[in-house]
């Protein structure tokens, strides 16, 4: 089953310039991708650029409006995603807890696929 391993975290930290000379991403999620492709789970994923370039796009009486910025004012904003297909939920869940992110962000683990209405 497929997952969506969602990082958030304090976007200041998780943009943050590498010091000079340094890699552009840790070398803790450089292994953790790697382990991901090893153990053939990894469908895809992407780190997003910051919340400056966001935009949303609400429909009200038939117009579009677009407005500039993340959903709402919190500490903590989607940084990045990973897809993984494992066989359980308790996979993904491991998998999550492994992220770098976990440390000193969070990991939303969400099943991707068809389910039933609420």
């Known amino acids: ?11 200041s930290v998780m943009n943050r310039e590498p ?35 966001a935009r949303r796009v609400r429909v009200r009486d038939g117009k579009a409006v677009v407005l500039d910025g993340p959903y709402a004012d919190t500490g903590e904003q989607l940084g990045g995603f ?3 297909d494992v066989p359980t939920e308790a996979d993904a869940l491991a998998w999550a807890e492994r992220c770098p992110a976990a440390k000193e962000g969070t990991v939303e683990v969400r099943a991707i696929g068809a389910s039933s209405p609420v």
């Open 82 to 84: 990973f897809i993984i």
């Open 19 to 53: 010091p000079p000379g340094g890699a552009p991403i840790s070398p803790e999620f450089v292994a953790y991708t790697e382990a991901l492709i090893k153990a053939g789970v990894l469908k895809g994923g992407e780190r997003l650029k910051s919340t400056r370039s």
């Open 1 to 11: 089953m497929k997952y969506a391993l969602l990082i958030t975290g304090d976007e």
